[in-house]
């Protein structure tokens, strides 16, 4: 397996472009499932995620076309669900990534049935898709979970219902959205998620023919429609990207532009670490992140759903605080076991308490680099944060999980001085 070697302590100097949303492409894709039209997504990166969803989806009947002509020609995908050949999604590439249960409320929607592997357990917690399916079956769906499968029926197509969400979940907000815009009659979701990713999400169904309104709020009303066509739709910046190099050149105390990505996508983020003395300000096509303070101060965090502090940051907010002076209380208020970086970053000479869902972090001057690996995609990154502050050299096992989430990670920061590389399997 891959690793990363990295030699820490110099400052991160220069530009990182910033790609497209992730957890925005993902859902995305699978919106191509609702028409038999074609929906060409732009900005879309280059990870293995999105070409697990792509395989997913193929296995669905979709044609799914990277690269057609033109600039810029590799991050833009062809969906095509003409005829959907499979309504079933296996065991096998659902274990690989949980968000291809986001098929299920489409395929149900467009071809009255689906059976989707359930999830099973994920390295940050036990995460259930209980509110995806009591959600669609407020919607008609008659579910049966058998063999390890959700099996979904409505013959007769859905119809429109209210569904209050007990409690705030992307992915089943997400879900019910896609279903609803072809169910009959009218939805309303109520607490849903807020997520700029749902945003841009309803914006590309309504550019399909989708009725939705109240876009960007926790009350979503969707007036079902007969079919939707294709579109054409640009993914939005991802934030979490935009955060973690905001964060590793925060730690390094350095000086970078993120192109391609906007301010108002990592507002909180920006308030808190204005406390913690890092300034980040609005720029031509995207944002600047510099230190004014010689010393980084301790802040409290408590993630929270969007507009608040997002749990897919918190790792590397840790890894940051762990060179900060004084005491930093991290509260993980969306995962139950998202803590799993903790006793890599302790390897590194970190001083980390802790207690439940929150983390003591109190600051040591400097962290020294160390092996370390990890079991999800943040928390490896966090280590990559900590490997670039930390003195000496930081070897990152596991690489294939950076892989799920950052396009090109080593050649973005090398490209700002970081003493960077991979080392591949054997080499
Ligand atoms: C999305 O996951 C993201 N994934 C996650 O990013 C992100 O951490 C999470 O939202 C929260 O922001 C994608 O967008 C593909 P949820 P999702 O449903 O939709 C509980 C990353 O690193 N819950 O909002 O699965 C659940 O267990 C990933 O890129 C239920 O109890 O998250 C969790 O505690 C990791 N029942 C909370 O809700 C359900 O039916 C929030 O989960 C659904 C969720």
Known sequence: MDKICIKGGVPLE?????????NAALPLMVASLLTSETLTLMNVPVLADIATMANLLVQHGVSVIRGAEGADSGHVVELSARHITSSTAPYDLVRKMRASVLVLGPLVARCGRARVSLPGGCAIGPRPVDLHIKGLQRLGAEVELREGYIDARAPKGLRGAEIAFPAVSVGATENLLMA????????????????PEITDLAECLVAMGARIDGIGT?????????????????????????????????????????????????????????????????????????????????????????????????????????????????????????????????????????????????????LMGAPVMA?????????????????????????????????????????????????RDGA
């Not at 220069?14 to 992730?22: E, L, R, S």
């Not at 928390?379 to 892989?403: C, F, K, P, Q």
Request: with cysteine.
């Open 375 to 423: 079991t999800d995609l943040r928390a490896s990154v966090s280590l990559v944060v900590a490997g670039l502050a930390a003195a000496g050299e930081t070897v990152i096992n596991r690489v294939y999980h950076l892989d799920r989430g950052y396009e090109r990670l080593e050649e973005k920061l090398a490209g700002c001085n970081a003493r960077i590389e991979r080392l």
């Open 180 to 195: 609803a815009s072809l169910a009959e009659g009218e939805t309303q979701l109520i607490n849903a998620a807020r997520e």
């Open 14 to 22: 220069g530009v990182i472009p910033i790609g497209g949303a992730k």
């Open 218 to 366: 926790d009350r979503l009303s969707i007036l079902g429609v007969p079919r939707l066509h294709g579109a054409t739709h640009s993914v939005i910046p991802d934030r979490i990207e935009t955060g973690t190099y905001i964060m590793a050149a925060a730690a390094t105390n350095g000086e970078v532009r993120l192109t391609g990505t906007r301010l108002d996508l990592v507002a909180a983020v920006a308030r808190i670490l204005e406390g913690a003395g890092v300034e980040v300000a609005a720029a031509a096509d995207g944002l600047t992140v510099r230190r004014y303070a010689e010393r980084l101060e301790g802040v409290d965090v408590m993630t929270e759903p969007y507009p608040g502090f997002p749990t897919d940051l918190q790792a590397q907010i840790m890894a940051l605080m762990t060179i900060a002076d004084g005491a930093s209380m991290i509260t993980e208020t969306i995962f139950e076991n998202r803590f799993m970086h903790v006793p890599e970053l302790a390897r590194m000479g970190a001083n980390i308490n802790v207690h439940g869902a929150s983390a003591l972090v109190r600051g040591v001057p400097r």
